[in-house]
């Protein structure tokens, strides 16, 4: 039998004829959303996932961040050059262990190669990055949730003998890229100061914004859903295959055959797409939270700590702080050291708190080239794919669903798909 829906997210009416929905696989954020624009749209949603929206994934514990700042893919040819300063043995965030290096070299090869593709690939990203707050802005509006947003932009800073040089050079490229860019405030930089000896150099970037709550935005466009007519329901999705032009969905309690399915589980969704003839090599970069319930937050934006590789956010009743970048198999436990060190540095940084969070990990689900997934299949089967959105899920959610809403509607979508389309990774290998 299937588990039942938790019951915020249930609707009363009688179920469309199971052939007729849109199954939605993942109640991430990007799921969330794909399955409100969906419903909004017209059609039969049913959203499937195995827990609660995004209390599962990556989609609960991230930073609640709306980078529209971060328009470039991460694979750089710079960054092969000095990677190596930005590895944990060297004090940095990135943790790639020794026993996953066998596992990961062909990830790291398409990396590396799409390293020297990166101008290439910007505009693929940045045209889905850059409007991306606008539209978060309008979707929750459109569903009744506006104060979920805050457009108060975000601070970084720099700290050291580097530390003007480095803002500097952030704040020229920046103004290129024609964001709005302005000194922190002398009153916030003078708190970051005083907590912390040596130069400091700070940042306001103002066209960024960020969530009170991540797991909140993901409910609500789910309740907006359903409300819109669809339906969520916490199962087990244990395979999926084409069958006579649909898709057949088997979840443990049911077998389904749907008029579409979108697959969007995050870094799990590779084994799905296998079936249809499509290749996602994601892997899962792990990142980490602690939350501090009791200390005041110095800002109502959030505060990046350039030096330190982390960021704090203001968010409903805590604060979030968040950073790394580890190579980790998703599932695996996680390195409490590393949550150890995340608290020692933000103790440094004056971040002390009388309760004590124990932490939390999540997959950020990664493509080597940090290019989203978005499209369909090839062949006959109705089957379309939203995966691969790294570091800036909720950022690009809002983004990924319009898009998705028009290509499962047979409209123009309103971005250039065909970068994202996940043939560019070759054929799936023989099992
Ligand atoms: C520490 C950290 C900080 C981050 N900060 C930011 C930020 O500030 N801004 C930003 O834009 N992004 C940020 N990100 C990235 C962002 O969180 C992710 O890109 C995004 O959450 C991915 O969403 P998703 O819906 O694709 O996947 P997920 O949130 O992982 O959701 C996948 C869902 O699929 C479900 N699922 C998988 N397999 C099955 C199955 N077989 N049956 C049923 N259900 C299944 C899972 O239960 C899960 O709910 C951060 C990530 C991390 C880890």
Known sequence: MSAPSSPAFSNRSAPPKSDERIAVIGAGIVGSAIAWCLARDGHPVLLLDRADPASAGASFGNAGHIAVE???????????????????????????????????APWLARFTAAAFHQQRNTPSLAALVRPAADILERTLRDIGRPELLMRRGHYAFWFG???????????????????????????????????TPGAV???????????????????????????AGGQFQREEVLEIFPEGGRVAV?????????RAAVVCAGVQSAPFLRRFGLRAPLTSERGYHLEFADTPALSDAPVVYASHDLIVTPMRGRLRATSYLEFERHGAPPDVRKIERLRRTLEG????????????????????????GIGRAPGDAPLFYAVGHQHLGLTLSTPTAEAMAALVSGREPPFDLRPLDLRRFGA????
């Open 70 to 104: 971060q328009l470039e893919p991460l694979p750089s040819i710079e960054l092969l050059l000095t990677f190596w300063r930005e590895l944990t043995l060297c004090g940095g965030c990135v943790h790639i262990p020794l026993h996953r290096l066998a596992a990961l």
């Open 428 to 431: 799936p290998r023989p099992r």
């Open 201 to 227: 150099a700070g940042l306001w970037f103002r066209d960024s914004a960020h969530v009170l709550d991540p797991q909140n935005v993901a409910a609500a466009l789910v309740q907006a859903a359903v409300r």
């Open 250 to 258: 088997r979840t443990a309690g049911q077998l389904l055959k749907v």
């Open 161 to 195: 003998s580097r530390a003007r040089e480095q803002a500097a050079r952030e704040a020229q490229e920046a103004r290129e890229r024609g964001f709005g860019i302005e000194p922190a405030p002398a009153e916030l930089t003078g708190v970051i100061k005083a907590r």
């Open 349 to 372: 940084l004056g971040y002390t708190s009388r309760t004590r969070h124990d932490g939390w990990v999540g997959s950020r689900p990664t493509l080597p080239d940090y290019l989203p």
